[in-house]
């Protein structure tokens, strides 16, 4: 496998840095030491590290914060942007993910990358215009363990009282299981680049997939999740159609050896998963993080 970053010896934050900075993303080749790897090149290009919510630990003496498994699962999971849907912690600006394990070429379940600059060139003007001016309004319909997770808060008062000054989130209370409105951005300006990017968490959090998209049965999505413009009118089946066709149209599958990292700019790059014949996730361990002053 290549190593985007600069060979296996010589394995420098600016190389890296430069290779994120021309495509959003960087693959370094792997290290016998992958963990020291993961720690030191993380460390360099960040000054804050971001947690994972609700991944299985992986490390947990991990420097500033444990070290996390992806997801497991067999489903593919569509590109998008880590931590777009929370209205409370502030999304990374780099993800970092270490194979711990190869996964076979034929297995599946591979990590793959879709570019959020490119994403608009593909769509229609109109949609990405209409992305642009209205942004999106994500539902969510939370458990108690997860909404205590998400937003860090330990009782319903302490969520009532974090949502009273947030004009953008609507809340609301089914029991014990919290429902949430947040409108937000769809588009952002890359920071890797200056440019502006399909960057977001739209096709990760469909309540459906629609008709007419290949092995939809086999593509995520979660019923209690929901999607509207910023006018409140709901994303109709073409429009959610033109977006998994873009992303189809820029998908990249980076087929990972153990030891093998990429580092993506999030506010750019969609990471998702390939459909996979058995679970995997725990393959990958990840580390979010705020980019260093410098970059």
């Known amino acids: 496998m290549t190593n985007d970053a600069g060979t296996s010896s010589d394995i420098s934050s600016a190389s890296i840095i430069a290779s994120i900075k021309d495509k959003g993303w960087a693959q370094v080749a792997g290290q016998e030491d992958r963990l020291d790897m993961l720690r030191e090149i993380s460390a360099k290009l960040c000054r804050a590290f971001v947690p994972c919510i609700g991944r299985e630990s992986y490390f947990k003496t991990f420097p500033e914060g ?4 992806a997801p497991v699962g067999r489903k593919a999971v569509l590109g998008h942007s880590e931590g777009a ?5 502030t999304p990374p600006d780099l993800c970092f993910f270490l194979s711990i394990q190869t996964i076979p070429d034929d297995a599946g379940g591979q990590l793959t990358l879709a570019d959020g600059e490119r994403m608009l060139d593909v769509l229609p003007t109109p949609l990405v215009d209409r992305l642009r001016d209205e942004g999106v309004i994500y539902t969510m319909q939370w458990e108690p363990s997860r909404w205590r997770d998400e937003l860090r808060t330990n009782s319903k008062q302490e969520v009532n009282d974090l949502m009273a000054c947030r004009a953008d989130v609507d809340h609301d209370w089914d029991g014990d299981h919290l429902i949430l ?24 959090h469909l309540p459906a997939i629609p008709s007419g998209i290949d092995d939809a049965d086999n593509i995520y999505c979660r019923v209690t999740n929901g999607l509207a413009w910023g006018n409140g009118e709901s994303l109709d089946h073409s429009e959610i159609t033109a977006m998994i066709q873009a992303h189809a149209d820029i998908l990249e599958t980076r087929l990972m050896r153990q030891g093998d990292m990429i580092i993506i700019d999030n ?29």
């Open 85 to 89: 849907y929370n209205p409370v912690v």
């Open 181 to 204: 409105k947040w409108h937000t951005f769809a588009l952002r300006r890359a920071w890797s680049s200056g440019r502006e990017a399909f960057a977001n968490g739209i096709l990760a």
């Open 267 to 295: 506010t750019r790059i969609l990471h998702g998963r390939s459909k996979a014949a058995q679970d995997v996730g725990r393959e990958l361990v990840c580390r979010f993080g705020l980019r260093a002053s410098q970059l």
């Open 66 to 69: 444990e070290l996390h498994h």
